[in-house]
């Protein structure tokens, strides 16, 4: 699955761009909190005090979402996920949203340093008044299948729920 990201500011065109990985909304190079108003097909979800968020299909869920603690999602599964950077809340918690749903992030108050970064390939100052809209894209990325199965792929390269071979049937007590 890939996701659509649309870029809207007024007086231009929109922007459309394919991520396989993720949209990052994010404060540049300031470490500061930013507010992001996120809603799921118009509906209000939450404004975000954290250091960005991102909005990651199946395949990237195993990447910056998952060090930002958000859930791994399986391959094949048609969802999003919503995963706020270091919220300043406790309450805000990473979602995962079928991917028949639009997710619509934007500025509720005059903040500026803001950046949209798609898939870490295209970035571009976001600012008050800017939307982006994320949904699932009208074509997948066909990719080759693999032997491994993704568990096995998960325990391989991140060392992901394996077994140790140290323990108490090592011949002691």
Not at 57 to 67: I, R
Not at 108 to 127: C, E, N, Y
Request: some cysteine; proline content about 6%.
């Amino acid at each position: 699955m890939r996701i659509a990201v649309t870029f809207k500011r007024a007086g231009a065109e929109p922007v459309v761009r394919y991520a396989l990985n993720d949209a990052v909304l994010h404060q540049g190079s300031m470490a500061r909190l930013v507010e992001i108003d996120a809603f799921v097909d118009d509906e209000f979800v939450a404004s975000y005090r954290a250091d960005g968020l991102i909005v990651a299909t199946p395949t990237g869920s195993t990447a910056y979402n998952m060090a930002a603690g958000g859930p791994i999602v399986l391959p094949g599964h048609a969802a999003m996920t919503l995963t706020p950077i270091c919220a300043h809340a406790l309450t805000n918690r990473p979602l995962v949203i079928p991917a028949s749903n639009t997710i619509r992030l934007q500025l509720p108050a005059d903040v500026r340093g803001v950046l949209i970064t798609v898939d870490a390939q295209w970035v571009h100052p976001f600012l008050p008044g800017d939307i982006v809209e994320i949904a699932a894209a009208q074509k997948p990325l066909i990719m080759f299948a693999s032997k491994q199965s993704f568990f096995d792929v998960m325990r391989e390269k991140l060392h992901w729920g394996a077994r140790s071979d140290r323990g108490a049937n090592k011949g002691g007590a």
